[in-house]
């Protein structure tokens, strides 16, 4: 059976959290619906926005004024981060309306527990997030995202060591060596865009690259495997 | 693109270097050519296209705000710019 992919999303609170839910949410083309009580705000992303709407979104009357009803939203983001008892109150009004799908943006442990007790589908900490992708970032600068698949293994992307540049991967041995299995290679290749001379880069990503494929300065490989085998990977020069 | 008298792209090595994944070469041509051109937006829009690549991106990051403070409409360092710091 095939799983029907959310269309109409509403996101509720234009802040800079807010803001970047949206342009994320509008590169995968889908309908947004954004709603702040700052006007300014709706303006900054509004080019993004199917419906952009300057109302509070603790009246009721409002949010369905707007649009909100079970028919209309498929998800909807409550990315308020400025007060928690204003995250918790909307919530619960788009609990109370019958949004099918509602995820939550969590300030702290209390304001999760809050949310999780309402009944929230998902929750996100985007402060705990980008302070474990910072530490990361210091501590393991060559390890750009990292996926926990569970307490022992993970998916990780690996920025390739210098040592590794202009060999294969039959070269480079990586599965004996690290015991770690490449299962793509992120590349930003330099093209020449001919309508207007100009030199640009092209994202692409190559999936299970065959031995013979040559790493280029650059490249990130995208590895499986247990954690300390990647920490491994990792510390090559 | 900026052309000289002769109808030649003076940044068309360090572009050469670039499109043939030669990142050292480029990166010196672009430094050595910022010695005589230090306001030219197109030779930081090309160092950042080095460091982005070599993912040091702090530095690419330095570059496109570099374009954009000399040409606020460069609509390429501006798409780099908006996806690097939305990292």
Redesign the interface.
């Known amino acids: 059976m095939e799983l029907k992919k959310p269309k109409h999303f509403a996101v509720i609170g234009l802040g800079v959290f807010g803001a970047?839910v949206v342009?994320?949410l509008h590169e995968l083309e889908v309908e947004i619906l954004g709603i702040d009580k700052n006007e300014r705000k709706v303006d900054e992303v509004k080019q993004y926005l199917k419906l952009p709407v300057v109302a509070d979104a603790t009246d009721q009357k409002q949010l369905q004024d707007a649009g909100f009803n079970k028919d209309n939203i498929d998800v909807a983001i409550v990315a308020i981060g400025e007060s928690v008892e204003t995250s918790i109150y909307v919530t619960l009004l788009l609990k109370e309306i019958g949004i099918k799908q509602i995820i939550a943006r969590a300030m702290n442990n209390q304001h999760a527990k809050i949310l999780a007790k309402i009944g929230v589908d998902k929750i996100v900490y985007p402060e705990s997030n980008a302070a474990e992708h910072l530490a990361r970032s210091i501590v393991s600068p060559h390890i750009?995202e990292m996926i926990e698949l569970s307490s022992e293994y993970s998916i990780a992307e690996i920025?390739a060591a210098k040592e590794f540049y202009k060999k294969t991967l039959k070269d480079i041995a990586i599965g004996s060596r690290y015991k770690v299995i490449v299962i793509g290679i992120k590349r930003?290749t330099?093209?020449?865009v001919e309508e207007?001379?100009?030199?640009?880069?092209k994202e692409e990503i190559l999936l299970i690259p065959g031995s013979e494929e040559k790493i280029?300065?650059?490249d990130?490989f995208i590895v499986a495997g247990r954690n300390e085998d990647i920490e491994k990977m990792r510390n090559a020069k | 693109?900026k052309k000289n008298k002769s109808g030649e792209?003076p940044l068309e090595p360090g572009?050469f270097y670039?499109?043939n994944?030669q990142?050292s070469e480029a990166e010196k041509f672009f430094k050595n050519y910022l010695e005589t051109d230090p306001g030219n937006p197109e030779v930081y829009y090309?160092l950042g296209?080095i460091y982005?690549?070599?993912?040091e991106i702090s530095l690419a990051i330095d570059m496109y705000e570099k374009v954009l403070s000399i040409q606020p409409n460069h609509v390429?360092a501006k798409k780099?710019l908006d996806k690097l710091v939305?990292l």
């Open positions: 970047n342009k994320f750009l920025v930003k330099p093209i020449l207007t001379g100009d030199t640009d880069l280029i300065d650059g990130v | 693109m792209d572009k670039i499109l994944n990142y090309h296209l982005e690549t070599k993912h390429l780099h939305g």
